[in-house]
């Protein structure tokens, strides 16, 4: 297909300059994510270069240095971070409409309560102002603006972003479908969380918490009720100027599939699922050895991902996600917040306790969490 779709590129681009929907940062992504996908330049993996990572690389959480009782160096930690979830996705696995963020967990608190309430806790209990910063896809935002409306009273400045808005490609023309007629929400799509560093970018807000001293942004699920922020690995990665931080966590037989941090060629990176040569994928599953994977809490540094974003110079391996809509067949190239760690300086990974990976995927996880197994401190 790639040959013959390079040809089409340039038809590509001029359908998508008259997509008046889109700003020119979104047009440019798109165009930029496009070509890159038809040029073929997907990073080949040699497997027998794969090394296990050492504990410099990848840090035991209890290696890292504990954080003081004194409440100054704490709040010391705090002004320097942001928190940001990813509050794209719907809750349609669960059965519900709308922000899946919004759907009550325990207690008659939803996940963005329960979110609300941990950084407000920090806040007032060490005189911070820790800002809580959504992204939003399309399918969220409007809902969302409605629902935090709710938090106007309470200690923490939260602050909304979109992420971009790209449109699916019809596969076997290789235009966008917008532009043939498809105007609705299914004529679009949110190009996965990797797009998290340009729209922040382009949000504006990425400039406005550097100017106000802020040197951390932690980025993770608003489902993963396990993401709370965690002061030891702040502290780490400020006194060791580590430019990104993954946080994994051991792997157990429901959780094969996820990506595993690997040493390749003196980096740190990301390995998925789907970069495995067939011949190395159930390797690749067993749990001897690779025995971590990635639970997407993700800790980076403002300055570096202004830079790299400046520099166009994150280019995050591509996830072609083909699907069937309305019986039509399209094409969304995605990409992987996690993926970003090989572009970063000093990335490590920390293998953290499981308890900090906690999703609700589905309604069986909402009934695990809403039972006695669970409790619930602060939030």
């Known amino acids: 297909m790639a040959a013959a779709a390079i040809e089409k590129l340039p038809q590509l681009k001029s359908a998508t300059d008259g997509l008046n929907e889109m700003s020119d940062n979104e047009r440019s992504g798109f165009i930029n994510l496009v070509s890159r996908y038809l040029s073929g330049e997907a990073q080949h993996i040699e497997w027998s270069k794969i090394q296990t990572p050492t504990d410099e690389i990848v840090v035991p959480y209890d290696k890292m240095a504990n954080v003081s009782e004194d409440a100054s160096e704490t709040k010391y930690l705090l002004d320097k971070l942001v928190v940001l979830k990813l509050n794209g996705g719907l809750g349609t696995t669960m059965g519900c409409t709308g922000p899946k963020s919004v759907i009550e967990v325990r207690d008659g608190l939803t996940f963005l309560d329960l979110i609300v309430i941990q950084i407000e806790n920090l806040n ?20 969302t603006q409605k629902i935090v409306e709710k938090y106007t009273n309470s200690n923490v400045d939260i602050h909304t972003f979109n992420q971009s808005k790209y449109p699916r490609v019809v596969a076997d023309e290789f235009v966008p479908w917008p532009s043939k007629g498809k105007t609705d929400k299914d004529g679009w799509y949110p190009p996965g969380h990797g797009d998290v560093f340009p729209s922040l970018m382009n949000s504006g807000k990425l400039d406005a918490f550097i100017s106000q001293g802020k040197e951390y942004v932690f980025v993770a699920n608003s489902d993963n009720l396990g993401a709370v922020v965690d002061l030891k690995i702040l502290k780490h990665l400020i006194q060791n100027k580590n430019e990104y931080c993954m946080e994994v966590t051991p792997k157990t037989l429901a959780d094969v599939k996820g990506g595993t941090l690997i040493s390749y060629e003196g980096k740190v990176q990301l390995l998925e699922i789907a970069q495995v040569p067939d011949e190395h994928v159930n390797e690749f599953k067993s749990i001897e050895k690779f025995k971590i994977f990635n639970t997407n809490n993700l800790w980076v540094n403002l300055k570096a991902i202004k830079k790299l974003v400046e520099a166009d110079a994150l280019k995050m391996e591509i996830i072609p996600n083909p699907k069937e809509v309305d019986g039509v067949k399209v094409l969304q190239l995605e990409t992987a917040a996690g993926a970003a760690i090989r572009f970063f300086e000093n990335a490590i990974g920390v293998n953290v306790p499981r308890s900090r990976f906690l999703p609700v995927k589905a309604t069986s996880d909402l009934l695990l969490v809403q039972s006695d197994l669970y409790t619930l401190v602060d939030g």
Do not use: A, R
């Open 124 to 143: 007032n209990k060490y005189g911070c102002k820790v800002p809580l910063v959504l992204m939003n896809s399309f399918n969220t935002h409007d809902d």
